[in-house]
Nanobody
Framework: QVHLVESGGGLVQAGGSLRLSCAAS????????MGWHRQAPGKQRELVAM???????NYANSVKGRFTISRDNAKNTVYLQMNSLKPEDTAVYYC???????????WGQGTQVTVSS
């Protein structure tokens, strides 16, 4: 079992920045990809960015060039630096951790990000 705890959400004006953190605990050895998804009101949950234990990161086209995902394996923590935020980035952001065999994805409880225009 893996437990994920997010932090860093909040309210920011358009053009501003926020940094999300997600700390993982439990069976960390079972995890490969970690990252972030988001869900806006009335919309489906969508991928934002994912990063594997080793290898290339993956970003949604809508955030490329503005968001940066990073990972500190020593701290079992993944970060999402969000710059040049737009009102359409407003959503609940969920941390995700994918098992090495891709059989299961663990989710955090979510953190609200609100960008005002």
């Amino acid at each position: 079992q893996v437990h994920l705890v997010e932090s860093g959400g909040g309210l920011v004006q358009a053009g501003g920045s926020l940094r999300l953190s997600c700390a993982a605990s439990g069976s960390i050895f079972s995890i490969d990809y970690m990252g972030w998804h988001r869900q806006a009101p009335g919309k489906q949950r969508e991928l934002v960015a994912m990063i594997p234990n080793s290898g290339s990161t993956n970003y949604a086209n809508s955030v490329k060039g503005r968001f940066t995902i990073s990972r500190d394996n020593a701290k079992n923590t993944v970060y999402l630096q969000m710059n040049s935020l737009k009102p359409e980035d407003t959503a609940v952001y969920y941390c995700a951790a994918v098992r090495r065999d891709y059989s299961f994805t663990y989710w955090g409880q979510g953190t609200q990000v609100t960008v005002s225009s």
